[in-house]
């Protein structure tokens, strides 16, 4: 990723602009320091990790768990069928 001076990236702030919506990432740096870091908002951002599996041991689904209500679908259904 290369690195821009403020006072380029300030006088070449078009062009900077398209190669970021090209794709292309740049660090604006002031007197030899990164500051910022300048790239696209549609860019992908990064996935993150260790949430599946956060509540383990805290919750449990009952083992009927597909299969409640059932018979309230069924009698719904059964309804709408008479009429």
């Given amino acids: 990723m290369k690195i821009i ?7 070449h702030l078009f062009r900077l602009l398209e190669e970021v919506q090209k794709g292309d990432s740049f660090i604006i740096a002031k007197a030899g320091r990164p500051v910022a870091r300048v790239t696209s908002v ?4 990064p996935v993150q990790t260790g949430r599946l599996g956060f509540m383990a041991g805290q919750i ?3 083992e009927d768990f597909d299969r ?6 069924r009698s719904l259904f059964r309804a709408g069928a008479d009429s």
């Fill in 42 to 45: 549609e860019a992908p951002q």
């Fill in 68 to 73: 409640m209500g059932e018979e309230k679908m």
């Fill in 5 to 11: 001076d403020s006072q380029a990236a300030q006088t």
């Fill in 60 to 62: 449990a689904v009952p």
